[in-house]
């Protein structure tokens, strides 16, 4: 018995130490892998208090949001891509309940609209289309989890044969995604979402 809980106490140990080195998230869950069941578990509710995947997910996001903006098809599909990573990486045991059942209730919308905004690199008019319905799922996954940054929803009424489109900024200055260099100044912030933390 003495004999285990030295053994765990060492991987505990070991564990804390892998996730302050400078390793990637990657390395520390590669170290995480070789320690006790416990000393994992409590690894990874660390790595995911400093890094918040939900934040990658956000951050990805945004970056599809700003290739958007760009007019910029491959971009906005790379960004996509990542959006479909990020949301693997997610440590699930770490959301409350409410936080879960919203993350549970959208991120398969949010994998499928990413990914066919990753598909389709080339039409840019179908990755808005998908954009819209993805900042629907993101808004609220947002509100619900709350974000490293402040955040400003966004909205555009000339969307969609005027019937407008939201959207997700971290600036307050109107860069609007839905016309890109067309009208880029159409639209206005509805909501300011502060940062948590």
């Known amino acids: ?20 080195s400078n390793n990637s998230s990657q390395e520390s869950s590669a170290t995480n892998t070789e320690t006790t069941p416990q000393a994992s578990k409590t690894d990874n509710s660390d790595v995911q208090k400093s890094s918040g995947t939900i934040n990658d997910v956000v951050s990805n996001y945004l970056s599809l949001k700003n290739a958007l903006t760009n007019d910029n098809g491959n971009e906005a599909a790379s960004a996509a891509k990542e959006i479909g990573e ?14 879960k059942k919203m993350y ?3 991120k398969d919308d949010i994998k499928e609209h990413a990914e066919h905004i990753g598909a389709n ?27 490293s940054q402040t955040l400003y929803k966004d909205f555009c009424p000339m969307y969609n044969n005027k019937k407008g489109a939201s959207w997700l900024s971290e600036t307050k200055e ?11 100044k159409c639209g206005l912030v509805k909501e300011e979402i502060k940062a948590k933390g």
């Open 1 to 20: 018995m003495k004999t285990f809980l030295l053994l765990v106490f060492l991987s505990v140990s070991l564990g804390f130490v892998a996730c302050s």
């Open 86 to 99: 990020s949301l693997t990486k997610v440590d699930e045991s770490s959301l409350t309940p409410e936080q």
């Open 104 to 106: 549970d209730d959208v």
């Open 121 to 147: 690199g080339s039409d840019i008019k179908h990755q808005r289309e998908h954009f819209d319905l993805l900042s629907i799922d993101m808004i609220d996954l947002v509100k619900a989890t709350g974000s």
């Open 174 to 184: 109107i860069k609007n995604p839905y016309y890109g260099k067309e009208m880029p």
